[in-house]
T-cell receptor, first 113, second 114 residues
Framework: NAGVTQTPKFQVLKTGQSMTLQCAQD?????MSWYRQDPGMGLRLIHY???????DQGEVPNGYNVSRSTTEDFPLRLLSAAPSQTSVYFC????????????FGPGTRLTVT | KQEVTQIPAALSVPEGENLVLNCSFT??????LQWFRQDPGKGLTSLLL?????REQTSGRLNASLDKSSGRSTLYIAASQPGDSATYLC?????????????FGTGTRLTIIP
């Protein structure tokens, strides 16, 4: 199994540009989520999904959109990038049952200038 | 709101020593607690997961304990090695009307001195 994969690894955007961060998992996990990691603030939940067609907001959802059309994929869209969205983004997945162990992707480092 | 704290933020110890990393959380209604390792510029690697009904888990030189009533967990690393140098994160999983959410601490950056 490839586990949780993320593309791209690095991305530089100009303010106002849009892009999609890709996340895929091959473990048939129902639950998928997106986090951002900023120095001194830990990982914060952006959006999550408990299954195909179901998404919800996390702690810091503003400026981001998600959709989940398949069990495997959970893309994160930045509609109009801002410098405040410079961060490292991690995707995670798990089964929606005990023990709910979370598996993380390798991350995408995004810089918005 | 669940808050997770890890103290100290950074720790340096000589190689070979045993050490303990601390994690505390404010809401004891958790499903599990997970310890992760993060190397610089890399993703998170799961080390140990303790379910709410368990008291501890062990994997090799690592032992994690959980005391829900006091809102505390510790990660014990025996006979530390330079390769253990990394940032260690703890995270607690809670459920909100069937939606599970993970709350992270800010981590302890561990340096093992050869």
């Amino acid at each position: 199994n490839a586990g949780v994969t993320q593309t791209p690894k690095f991305q530089v955007l100009k303010t106002g540009q849009s892009m999609t961060l890709q996340c895929a998992q091959d473990m048939n996990h129902e639950y998928m989520s997106w986090y951002r990691q900023d120095p001194g603030m830990g990982l914060r939940l952006i959006h999550y999904s408990v299954g195909a067609g179901i998404t919800d907001q996390g702690e810091v959802p503003n400026g981001y959109n998600v959709s989940r059309s398949t069990t495997e994929d959970f893309p994160l869209r930045l509609l109009s990038a801002a410098p405040s969205q410079t961060s490292v983004y991690f995707c995670a997945s798990s089964y929606s049952s005990v023990p709910y162990e979370q598996y993380f992707g390798p991350g995408t480092r995004l810089t918005v200038t | 709101k669940q808050e997770v704290t890890q103290i100290p933020a950074a720790l340096s110890v000589p190689e070979g020593e045993n050490l303990v990393l601390n994690c505390s959380f404010t809401d004891s209604a958790i499903y599990n607690l997970q310890w992760f390792r993060q190397d610089p510029g890399k993703g998170l690697t799961s080390l140990l997961l303790i379910q709410s009904s368990q008291r501890e888990q062990t994997s090799g030189r690592l032992n994690a304990s959980l005391d829900k009533s006091s809102g505390r967990s510790t990660l014990y690393i025996a006979a530390s090695q330079p390769g253990d140098s990394a940032t260690y994160l703890c995270a607690v999983l809670i459920s909100n009307f069937g939606n599970e959410k993970l709350t992270f601490g800010t981590g302890t950056r561990l340096t093992i001195i050869p």
